[in-house]
């Protein structure tokens, strides 16, 4: 007589059937946990062990994040789930970042609206998609490939723009707080609108001056956020801007414009010679645009 073959089982008991593919249930610390896998709740009832095969993630949940994510999961149709899995789980291993459950919940609510919206018509401009593309590029071309997967995946025509949205989730893990993401972008965005006020003109951010630019204002930023702006060594070295300043009046103005902004609103105070290399830029950058 041959033996049938048996699930193993876990030691997880179901508390709630949330759908076919996502459970709720207790770890040994009772913890609310999530178990997501490819039929887990298959013929199985409330009060039942989960089959260990067919665990594929576990999400533990905080007290203060139980009820308003599993609200979230309860109404997230599955696949969305599986997708921000997907997404996550493929960055995790490019990016070399933790994720964590909260993380793929608020991923998969994100892109069930993305669609959602996109079906209705109403589709959201990325004001922040040239500089997500130029700080973030292996983000960005796993999210432009993602994209690609919805719209086959839901037949919907999803623009470029959500890739820059999916690229801003990923940082936001990448970087552990989404307010230091947060801030690098804001901070952008703002000395790109000093720039274009200043000079009256709009940006072409396809030219690579426009990316050079923004290459150089990251650098700067990760120089700022590490403390590794010398002012001593800048006061010493400061020929370039002293001899700029003299020729190139607007674009002295300018980057003075930009150093006010940043001291004022971000206490980032930046060393002539810093303003100097962003005249080299800023000179560049609007003679393009000019052109």
Same mark, same amino acid.
């Given at each position: 007589?041959?033996?049938?073959?048996? &699930? +193993?089982?876990? =030691? %997880?008991?179901?508390?709630?059937?949330?759908?076919n =593919?996502?459970?709720?249930?207790?770890?040994?610390?009772?913890?609310?946990?999530?178990?997501?896998?490819?039929?887990?709740a298959?013929?199985?009832?409330? =009060?039942? $062990?989960?089959?260990?095969?067919r665990?594929? #993630?576990?999400?533990v949940?905080?007290?203060?994040? +139980?009820?308003? %994510?599993?609200?979230?999961?309860e109404? $997230?149709? /599955? &696949? !969305?789930?599986?997708?921000?899995?997907?997404i $996550?789980?493929?960055?995790?291993?490019?990016?070399?970042?933790?994720?964590? /459950?909260?993380?793929?919940?608020?991923?998969?609510?994100?892109?069930?609206?993305?669609?959602? @919206?996109?079906?209705?018509?109403?589709?959201?401009?990325?004001a922040?998609l040239?500089e997500?593309?130029?700080?973030? /590029? &292996?983000?960005?071309?796993?999210?432009?490939k993602?994209?690609q @997967?919805?719209?086959e995946?839901? *037949?919907?025509?999803? /623009?470029?723009?959500?890739?820059?949205?999916?690229?801003?989730?990923?940082?936001?893990?990448?970087?552990?707080?989404?307010?230091?993401?947060? @801030?690098?972008?804001?901070?952008?965005?703002?000395?790109?609108d000093?720039?274009?006020?200043y000079? *009256?003109?709009?940006?072409?951010?396809?030219?690579? !001056?426009?990316?050079?630019?923004?290459?150089?204002l990251?650098y700067?930023?990760?120089?700022?956020? #590490?403390?590794?702006?010398?002012?001593?060594?800048?006061l010493?070295?400061?020929?370039?801007?002293r001899?700029? +300043?003299?020729? %190139?009046?607007?674009?002295a103005?300018?980057?003075?414009?930009?150093?006010?902004?940043?001291?004022?609103? %971000?206490?980032?105070?930046?060393?002539?010679?810093?303003?100097? !290399?962003?005249?080299?830029?800023?000179? =560049? $950058?609007v003679?393009?645009?000019?052109?």
């Open positions: 007589m041959i033996a049938l073959q048996t &699930q +193993k089982k876990s =030691n %997880y008991v179901i508390s709630r059937i949330i759908n =593919n996502v459970v709720a249930s207790k770890d040994h610390e009772n913890n609310e946990v999530v178990l997501m896998g490819k039929g887990i298959f013929d199985r009832h409330v =009060n039942d $062990l989960v089959s260990e095969d665990i594929e #993630k576990v999400f949940l905080k007290d203060s994040e +139980k009820t308003r %994510y599993m609200d979230v999961i109404n $997230l149709e /599955p &696949q !969305y789930l599986e997708d921000a899995v997907h $996550l789980d493929e960055a995790a291993k490019m990016l070399d970042m933790h994720v964590t /459950p909260i993380s793929y919940i608020t991923l998969a609510d994100h892109l069930s609206s993305a669609v959602e @919206r996109c079906r209705e018509g109403i589709l959201i401009p990325n922040m040239s997500l593309k130029n700080f973030y /590029p &292996q983000g960005y071309e796993l999210s432009l993602a994209v @997967r919805l719209n995946e839901y *037949g919907v025509a999803l /623009p470029e723009d959500e890739a820059g949205f999916i690229t801003f989730h990923l940082v936001n893990v990448w970087e552990e707080t989404s307010g230091k993401t947060e @801030r690098r972008l804001t901070i952008t965005k703002k000395v790109i000093v720039i274009e006020g000079y *009256g003109i709009k940006l072409d951010t396809s030219s690579v !001056y426009y990316e050079r630019f923004l290459t150089h990251k700067f930023y990760s120089r700022v956020l #590490k403390n590794e702006l010398n002012t001593d060594h800048g010493q070295n400061d020929v370039v801007f001899i700029l +300043k003299t020729e %190139y009046k607007d674009a103005e300018c980057a003075d414009l930009i150093g006010s902004y940043l001291k004022k609103e %971000y206490s980032i105070e930046i060393t002539e010679e810093e303003k100097g !290399y962003l005249m080299i830029h800023l000179m =560049n $950058l003679n393009k645009t000019n052109k």
